[in-house]
């Protein structure tokens, strides 16, 4: 079999070892719908990814020049002896990749730069409003990111009820359950005794003046310490100007959750701190993620944000008619001009046409704002599948 011609409309494999294959000789049927099945580690993957798609890979990047092969990540060449007949090949990797809040629905199929395209050209501003890019639609942008939540929708903030678990206990008994353990922690209270704080009255009796300045303040005074002295000692060390143990730095609990949480490299440590935060949707902009300039910016009613939250089975109805020219000419409508009511026009029929494509593989139910962490691989391999469908490619495997 191995010597002999190629056949007709075929992928001739020779020789192929990839990781667990023992030298495999087949050859495969083109323009037809081809399945490789068989137990775990039988080789179906190290066949289909790291032997078919590899060499369609480096066969297409040899024809590309070398500055441009850099931006590319190659698979190493496969080994096998040979190949006849193979075609460019596009491939669903199996993986995940790694989970990120910012990669949505839309990012990844890249339906939202279509509609924040939309929204720029074709939107309806507010009187005397400048026009907008695109990216200023984009919560993953300078340009449109909410100043006060980076984009998020969401702030974290460190609360007296999540830094002070038990208000029963005192400051000696760790009630400030946020500052840091051990000798660090023993730095701050030792520094409160010696500014008159009292660290021995449970925490719900202490004044709030005091509870807030201990939690809140941004100040960062520097003291004399004594270390193991008692209050009492220590109000008599300093009024004898008694040479102190050290000078310590103070700082507010919540001045040191956050920047530890911002700026350690230690996973556990930011993993510690971040139980003393609480989220919370941004007040800005309402969890909506943009600047107001953006919100402001409607199209068939709603901001680039809602409408990312609807549905794609609804968005593909509310955008259909502008597509098909039979959107109701209202006041906003009447008042473009002609160029852009074709601009309108071409970027809904776009998107009707990409989302026809996701409604057809049982996708409608998801919204373009949908965090793809939260969706299943299933969900994901579809997604990722609705976008190659509307490639038009031809004649790749």
């Given at each position: 079999?191995?010597?002999?011609p190629p056949k007709a409309g075929h992928v001739r494999v020779r020789g192929a070892r990839e990781h667990n294959l023992k030298n495999v000789d087949l050859d495969i049927?083109?323009?037809?719908?081809?399945?490789?099945?068989?137990?775990?580690?039988?080789?179906?993957?190290?066949?289909?990814?790291?032997?078919?798609?590899?060499?369609?890979?480096?066969?297409?990047?040899?024809?590309?020049?070398?500055?441009?092969?850099?931006?590319?990540?190659?698979?190493?060449?496969?080994?096998?002896?040979?190949?006849?007949?193979?075609?460019?090949?596009?491939?669903?990797?199996?993986?995940?990749?790694?989970?990120?809040?910012?990669?949505?629905?839309?990012?990844?199929?890249?339906?939202?730069?279509?509609?924040?395209?939309?929204?720029?050209?074709?939107?309806?501003?507010?009187?005397?409003?400048?026009?907008?890019?695109?990216?200023?639609?984009?919560?993953?942008?300078?340009?449109?990111?909410?100043?006060?939540?980076?984009?998020?929708?969401?702030?974290?903030?460190?609360?007296?009820?999540?830094?002070?678990?038990?208000?029963?206990?005192?400051i000696r008994e760790r009630a400030v359950a946020a500052w840091p353990p051990a000798w660090h922690g023993q730095n701050l209270r030792d520094i409160l005794v010696t500014?008159?704080?009292?660290?021995?009255?449970?925490?719900?009796?202490?004044?709030?003046?005091?509870?807030?300045?201990?939690?809140?303040?941004?100040?960062?005074?520097?003291?004399?310490?004594?270390?193991?002295?008692?209050?009492?000692?220590?109000?008599?060390?300093?009024?004898?100007?008694?040479?102190?143990?050290?000078?310590?730095?103070?700082?507010?609990?919540?001045?040191?959750?956050?920047?530890?949480?911002?700026?350690?490299?230690?996973?556990?440590?930011?993993?510690?701190?971040?139980?003393?935060?609480?989220?919370?949707?941004?007040?800005?902009?309402?969890?909506?993620?943009?600047?107001?300039?953006?919100?402001?910016?409607?199209?068939?009613?709603?901001?680039?944000?809602?409408?990312?939250?609807?549905?794609?089975?609804?968005?593909?109805?509310?955008?259909?008619?502008?597509?098909?020219?039979?959107?109701?000419?209202?006041?906003?409508?009447?008042?473009?001009?002609?160029?852009?009511?074709?601009?309108?026009?071409?970027?809904?029929?776009?998107?009707?046409?990409?989302?026809?494509?996701?409604?057809?593989?049982?996708?409608?139910?998801?919204?373009?704002?949908?965090?793809?962490?939260?969706?299943?691989?299933?969900?994901?391999?579809?997604?990722?599948?609705?976008?190659?469908?509307?490639?038009?490619?031809?004649?790749?495997?």
């Amino acid at each position: 079999m191995r010597d002999s011609p190629p056949k007709a409309g075929h992928v001739r494999v020779r020789g192929a070892r990839e990781h667990n294959l023992k030298n495999v000789d087949l050859d495969i049927p083109r323009d037809a719908l081809v399945v490789f099945t068989g137990v775990s580690g039988s080789g179906k993957s190290s066949l289909a990814f790291g032997t078919l798609y590899a060499e369609a890979q480096r066969r297409y990047l040899e024809s590309v020049s070398p500055y441009a092969r850099r931006l590319f990540h190659q698979m190493p060449v496969p080994e096998v002896d040979d190949i006849d007949g193979l075609p460019p090949a596009v491939a669903l990797q199996q993986q995940r990749g790694t989970p990120t809040t910012r990669s949505s629905v839309g990012s990844v199929s890249t339906l939202s730069n279509s509609l924040r395209m939309l929204y720029s050209r074709a939107g309806d501003y507010p009187s005397g409003q400048e026009l907008l890019y695109a990216e200023s639609f984009s919560p993953n942008t300078a340009e449109g990111a909410c100043p006060q939540c980076s984009g998020l929708g969401r702030v974290y903030d460190a609360t007296e009820a999540s830094m002070v678990p038990d208000d029963s206990l005192t400051i000696r008994e760790r009630a400030v359950a946020a500052w840091p353990p051990a000798w660090h922690g023993q730095n701050l209270r030792d520094i409160l005794v010696t500014m008159g704080y009292d660290v021995d009255t449970p925490w719900r009796d202490l004044p709030k003046k005091d509870r807030d300045w201990i939690l809140f303040t941004d100040e960062t005074p520097t003291v004399p310490v004594y270390a193991g002295l008692t209050p009492a000692e220590t109000r008599r060390a300093l009024k004898r100007k008694e040479t102190p143990s050290y000078q310590g730095t103070f700082s507010g609990a919540r001045r040191y959750v956050l920047q530890t949480f911002a700026n350690t490299e230690s996973a556990s440590m930011k993993k510690r701190v971040a139980r003393y935060m609480v989220s919370t949707e941004c007040p800005l902009c309402q969890g909506r993620r943009l600047r107001r300039e953006a919100l402001s910016v409607t199209f068939a009613g709603m901001d680039i944000m809602t409408l990312s939250r609807v549905p794609l089975e609804r968005l593909a109805a509310l955008l259909r008619p502008y597509a098909d020219g039979t959107a109701p000419k209202g006041k906003a409508r009447a008042d473009k001009h002609p160029e852009q009511l074709i601009v309108t026009q071409r970027i809904a029929a776009d998107l009707c046409a990409r989302l026809d494509t996701m409604l057809a593989l049982g996708l409608g139910y998801l919204a373009l704002e949908r965090s793809t962490p939260t969706l299943s691989p299933g969900e994901l391999q579809r997604l990722r599948l609705a976008t190659q469908v509307r490639s038009n490619l031809f004649g790749v495997v």
